[in-house]
């Protein structure tokens, strides 16, 4: 449906985007990820036509659109401050597009009106932007990039400036939405948990350039670079040199040299994937992989270290905790809101070696 | 609205006493009423008859029928340099706002002129359109510019431009580039972007450079009096010339002119609510 091909964007010696190619399939809803300019937005505004790719090719249905007017290329673009014109109410802010896309399917005011309704915005068409509130102009500004039926929904961190709660609403709505219209769409945002919790296939960026392409969990699970793993999703990260697996292991199973160093004279296990022996290798583990004991209900697993508990957040159905290893590494982990704990309280933290990201 | 509350607590007692509000308010309803109020008010008590015949005898004499036609004169110029300077000055801000690469060197070369005074600017073109200037030499012919019609709108609207690029400019670039993008996502081209978005929105700064040149161009004496000739006078021109034989006279023309003018803005603002749209410049 859309294929960027080596998409390379500067503005002078500043390169905003580098050599950046990847494909969204008909139907797919995927994320452009990255911290705030990583030139995602960049990449969105050259795909609309708004920008003009210094190099590489745009193609929508097969088509090279690289050269292609933004008025021509059938596009739904939702922008981050909304963007609705303020002269004009609510139903001719979406009958505009209508008329300038030349719709034909059903009679304006009416594939508008379906369109508003769809959005909960059915008895507002009289009302100019102004007269709704943040989260009505976002809705009406989705169903005006929808209501001529584009090829391509664009969406450009289109929850920039709305409350929590709001936001995640959102969300949901706009998964929805897309799924009853069925439109491909290409979101973009720095915000992990929006892409995570929104997308088929998220595409994180840094520094202008593809960090790694994939599902959620793949990227969640099995990051590729440690840009990745830091970025999407909470983790502790340690590092050292691994060494060859312990005599005692079973082969599958090596340490790093931290033992001495970073966790007093305990070793971290993990399950080897490359042999990487002798290399620099970062460890990162998952607040859910690690389990929270209260000190002396040792379980035998591998990787068990005593910790003080430095920083409580009450989630509610559970909290976070962040503890303090003896050398001072802060290590982030989940308790059950069942277990009381104290600041300052001495406790064991564990993690199975099959659970650590070797990178 | 932005309210700014002046607090006076601070200053020493005896700064204090001198720059209470009402001292401020003072200060300035005294220099309008010295110098505004107190001589519109004698000049409206000037120009009625006491003497014999008609309480209204001189304004039967202003609305006779060659001081009526330099008063149609006046709004007709008026009218047609607003347009023509408006024309031209949108395209011009349109390229500031839009094209440019170099906005405040721009406007700045428009706001430049205003350095050198009217007359001066006036005689500059004179000059240059005179029959020893370049252009007749060149051409031989002035194009009908000196001494005609012409010579006054183009003399109004060169003095005028900046007063109409000013306000534009200024509504122009508070248009987010947002909306002009959606407007292009949206299906419409540059040209239709422009006439149903850009222009809606600048709106205001139309308005308002609609009134300053209209105010300034109906009251103009300066061009009709260099560029012009006296078929061309305008009511500034007329009233002045009256004022050498009868003051009274002269007070009833300014009168009937100014009301005339109160009549026009006060049409024009029942069509285009002008209070909004200076609220918003």
């Not at chain 1, 059903?106 to 508008?112: K, S, T, V």
């Not at chain 1, 290893?325 to 300052?344: C, K, N, R, S």
């Not at chain 2, 014999?52 to 001189?58: F, P």
Request: hydrophobic share 45%; glycine share 8%; aromatic share 8%.
């Amino acid at each position: 449906m859309l294929e960027v091909h080596g998409l390379t964007k500067a503005y002078g010696s500043l390169v905003a985007v580098d050599d950046l190619s990847f494909k969204i399939e008909q139907g797919e809803f995927a994320t452009l990820l990255g911290p705030s300019g990583c030139g995602k937005s960049t990449t969105l505004h050259t795909i609309a036509g708004l920008r003009a790719a210094t190099e590489g090719s745009v193609s929508l249905r097969g088509e090279d659109v690289t050269n292609v007017p933004t008025d021509e290329r059938n596009i739904g673009f939702v922008f981050q401050h909304s963007a609705l014109f303020p002269h004009m109410t609510a139903l001719e802010n979406i009958t505009y597009g209508l008329e300038m896309q030349g719709f034909e399917g059903r009679d304006h005011d009416e594939q508008a009106q379906r369109f508003l309704e769809m959005v909960q915005l059915g008895d507002h068409g009289d009302h100019k932007p102004t007269e709704l509130s943040g989260g009505q102009q976002r809705r009406l500004s989705l169903a005006r990039a929808l209501a001529y039926e584009p090829d391509i929904l664009l969406l450009d961190e289109p929850l920039t400036g709305l409350d929590r709660v709001l936001r995640e609403d959102m969300r949901n709505e706009i998964k929805q939405i897309q799924r009853e219209v069925d439109v491909t769409t290409l979101h973009v945002t720095h915000d992990q948990a929006e892409a995570l919790s929104m997308s088929d296939r998220v595409i994180v960026m840094n520094d202008g350039q593809k960090e790694q392409e994939g599902s959620p969990k793949e990227l969640y699970r099995a990051p590729d670079t440690e840009f990745v793993a830091e970025f999407v999703g909470k983790s502790t990260k340690f590092t050292g040199t691994a060494t060859a697996p312990s005599s005692s292991g079973d082969g599958q199973v090596l340490a790093t040299d931290t033992a001495a160093v970073s966790v007093g004279d305990r070793r971290i296990e993990f399950a080897d994937t490359d042999d990487s022996v002798d290399e620099q290798v970062s460890l990162y583990v998952r607040p859910e992989q690690i389990d929270i004991r209260k000190t002396g209900q040792q379980t035998g697993t591998a990787n068990a270290f005593e910790a003080t508990v430095a920083h409580i957040e009450y989630l509610g159905h559970r909290n976070e905790i962040e503890a303090t290893l003896e050398d001072g590494t802060t290590v982030t982990a989940y308790a059950d809101a069942t277990i009381d704990l104290e600041l300052g309280e001495a406790i064991t933290i564990e993690f199975d070696p099959s659970d650590v990201i070797v990178l | 609205m932005r309210t700014i509350t002046v607090s006076s607590a601070a200053l020493p007692r005896p700064v204090r006493r001198f720059v209470s509000p009402r001292v401020l308010i003072g200060i300035g309803l005294l220099w309008l009423s010295v110098f505004f109020v107190v001589p519109v008010v004698y000049l409206l008590f000037e120009s009625l008859n006491f003497g014999d015949g008609s309480l209204l005898a001189n304004y039967e004499q202003a609305l006779q029928a060659v001081y009526r036609q330099a008063l149609y004169r006046t709004f007709g110029y008026a009218l047609l340099t607003t347009v023509l300077t408006l024309l031209l000055g949108y395209l011009t801000a349109y390229y500031i706002a839009f094209k440019s690469s170099r906005p405040f060197l721009l406007l700045t070369l428009v706001l430049l002129p205003l350095w050198v005074a009217i007359i001066i600017r006036f005689f500059g073109v004179r000059l240059f359109f005179l029959s020893s200037g370049p252009v007749q030499q060149l051409f031989g012919t002035d194009f009908g510019i000196m001494n005609s019609r012409n010579g006054v709108i183009l003399g109004l609207m060169s003095a005028l431009l900046p007063f109409a690029v000013l306000p534009i400019y200024n509504s122009l670039q508070s248009i987010d580039d947002e909306l002009i993008h959606a407007s292009r996502t949206l299906g419409a081209g540059q040209f239709q972007t422009l006439r149903s978005v850009i222009f809606p929105l600048s709106l205001s700064g139309v308005i308002a450079a609609t009134l300053f040149v209209f105010i300034l161009a109906a009251g103009s004496f300066l061009a009709p009096a260099i560029m012009g000739g006296p078929s061309n006078f305008m009511m500034a021109n007329v009233i002045e010339e009256a004022q050498s034989y009868s003051v009274s006279l002269a007070a009833a023309m300014a009168v009937v002119f100014t009301g005339s003018l109160l009549i026009v803005i006060g049409a024009f603002n029942h069509v285009a609510n002008v209070s909004e749209v200076l609220g918003d410049l």
